[in-house]
């Protein structure tokens, strides 16, 4: 049962244009959201996060958007730069939850 | 400067063979969690442990083993039972509980296994 799940296996975007990466989930007890990056051969590294106290959070080119009625979130990357190119991880947590849970990745791929 | 350190990158097993990935923290963390990645399956949980001499097994703990007999090191076992051990293995850590909302997971470098 994949509770938390990234749709797109890989996206495609040219350089300075906006990238949208998407993540869906299942368990309506997850209150708090998490984007991690990671590239090839390496630990994935904390991104940006979001409570569900929230519909949006903004750091610099990125910003994670929360729609709970449709247990969706999204992350925006703009100006999309060639350094943006890895997989990126959406995971979740519920309250008391020991444990993040991830979903399978989206390869992104900024083109010059 | 405080990490988490993940030994060796690249590893070598013949098959029916067991061998231990090696995973140190010095963030002080109490929870320590392994996870394994293969190509479009994304993270899955192999064991995570959140004291000292405590762990749970995760969504795909068959043919692993782990310990926790220090708060900074948590190995993992592959043992000749795991039936496609070859992936990439990653160790994390966290303070737990609202640690997890804190920017959740520190992860190490990961260790490619590959059997042969």
């Known amino acids: 049962d994949q509770q938390v799940k990234q749709n797109s296996p890989s996206l495609s975007v040219q350089e300075g244009r906006i990238s949208i990466l998407n993540c869906d989930y299942t368990?309506?007890?997850?209150?708090?959201f998490l984007w991690y990056k990671k590239y090839p051969a390496e630990g994935p590294t904390f991104l940006i996060s979001i409570s569900s106290i929230k519909d949006k959070n903004e750091d610099g080119r990125f910003t994670v958007f929360l729609n709970k009625s449709a247990k969706h979130l999204s992350l925006h990357i703009v100006p999309s730069q060639p350094g943006d190119s890895a997989v990126y991880f959406c995971?979740?947590?519920?309250?008391?939850?020991?444990?993040?849970?991830f979903g399978q990745g989206t390869r992104l791929t900024i083109n010059p | 400067d405080g990490g988490i350190t993940q030994s060796p990158k690249y590893l070598f097993r013949k098959e029916g063979q067991n061998v231990t990935l090696s995973c140190e923290q010095n963030l002080n963390h109490d929870a320590m969690y392994w996870y394994r990645q293969d190509p479009g399956q994304g993270l899955r949980l192999i064991y995570y442990s959140q004291i000292v001499n405590d762990f749970q097994k995760g969504d795909i703990a068959e043919g692993y083993s782990v310990s926790r007999e220090k708060k900074e090191s948590f190995p993992l076992t592959v043992t000749s039972a795991q039936k496609n051990p070859t992936a990439f293995y990653l160790c994390?850590?966290?303070?737990?509980?609202?640690?997890?909302?804190?920017?959740?997971?520190?992860f190490g470098s990961g260790t490619r296994l590959t059997v042969v």
């Open positions: 368990n309506s007890m997850f209150d708090y």
């Open positions: 995971a979740a947590n519920g309250k008391g939850a020991q444990k993040l849970v």
């Open positions: 994390a850590s966290s303070v737990p509980g609202q640690g997890l909302m804190r920017g959740g997971y520190t």
